[in-house]
């Protein structure tokens, strides 16, 4: 009961903090991963219903060391990734998609496996909605 | 004109029609390559220590791709793809044998390589090469695989290419797959492949 209540209150000042916040995440999920794999791919789409542009600028997880902002490009064959040092742009009334072999959150040295149907909390940085907490679910797809 | 030899003619024009009249078998949905000797002779171990070449998996449709276990992003998604699509092949898929060679295998250590593929499917094979022997691999598929340090410079990251390289049962290779191929035209053409005598 009590952690139900505590889950209730908890659930409640988060809809009261994304109310206030411009900045949705829809869909986030984690790939599932192996055991002594020591990264993790994340995906979500950002929007932002502010008529500013906003930045995400850094992220932030208990279950890895660092997590950094990733792109992947295919060129020519090739697969290419780079991490975004400046963060990434979320235009005004507008939304960005962190997808599978394009943007995505790179969770660095894995303090555990990410199990399918767990999930996780990832705070994500922005440069004028400030921190915004997520729960990741992980997904073996 | 005797009835035999007309006989004959009439069964010839027939031939002739039906040569005519039939179609050519379809495009792969793939990209079919013939006469390249990509991978040929090239031993790599596996996750036990043993070497595999392609002429090994005599019978079997074997598709080989780069990869490595610090890969978030393309490599998972194409082994789970590959997952799918061996899924999709049923009866068949027991003629299919998936081997990713690993671009990293300096900090892919047998045991995590072989973790990280039977994740995705236990029929699936690792394959590492030495550090040392990974570039004379690489070009022997004509591949590229590149170290790149990070941004913060502590670490490094490996740009390599992601198309897929498909065997027939005679060990030829006969398709080039990029990694985004939709999973149910590639499983129609391993299909296709598995089923040719």
Same mark, same amino acid.
């Given at each position: ?49 502010? !008529? ?18 990733? !792109? ?70 | ?42 031993? =790599? ?5 043993? =070497? ?72 699936? =094979? ?49 398709? =080039? ?21």
């Amino acid at each position: 009961m009590k952690s139900v209540s505590l889950a209730l209150a908890f659930a409640l000042l988060a809809s009261i903090a994304s109310a206030a916040s411009p900045i949705r995440i829809d869909n986030p999920w984690s790939r599932a991963t192996a055991p002594g794999q020591v990264v993790g791919g994340g995906f979500m789409t950002i929007v932002n219903t502010a !008529n500013t542009t906003d930045r995400l600028v850094s992220a932030a997880s208990p279950v890895a060391a660092e997590v950094q902002i990733h !792109n992947t490009s295919m060129d020519g064959g090739v697969m290419r990734m780079r991490q975004l040092t400046d963060g990434l742009e979320i235009p005004a009334n507008g939304k960005v998609e962190l997808k599978p072999r394009s943007l995505h959150l790179m969770f660095m040295q894995l303090k555990a496996p990410l199990e399918a149907g767990a999930s996780f909390p990832v705070q994500l940085q922005f440069e004028k909605a400030g921190t915004v907490t997520t729960q990741f679910t992980v997904e073996q797809r | 004109m005797s009835r035999s030899n007309r006989a004959a003619m009439l069964l010839a024009a027939a031939a002739l029609t039906l040569t005519a009249c039939s179609p050519p078998p379809p495009p792969f949905n793939a990209s079919e390559v013939s006469g390249i000797a990509y991978g040929k002779d090239i031993g =790599i171990a596996d996750t036990s220590g043993q =070497i595999r070449r392609i002429e090994d998996f005599k019978d079997q449709v074997t598709l080989v791709f780069f990869g490595f276990t610090r890969c978030p992003d393309v490599c998972p998604s194409t082994l789970m793809r590959l997952r799918q699509v061996r899924d999709a092949l049923g009866e068949d898929a027991s003629k299919l044998q998936v081997l990713l060679v690993s671009v990293d295998p300096e900090r892919d250590t047998p045991d995590r390589l072989d973790a990280y593929v039977k994740n995705f499917d236990p029929s699936f =094979i690792g394959l590492r090469p030495e550090p040392t022997e990974l570039e004379k691999v690489v070009k022997a598929f004509h591949a590229i695989a590149v170290k790149v340090p990070t941004a913060d410079g502590k670490d490094y990251t490996v740009d390599h290419s992601a198309t897929i390289y498909v065997y027939d049962r005679g060990n030829q290779l006969r398709l =080039i797959a990029q990694p985004d191929i939709a999973i149910d035209a590639f499983a129609a053409d391993l299909r296709r492949l598995a089923q040719e005598s």
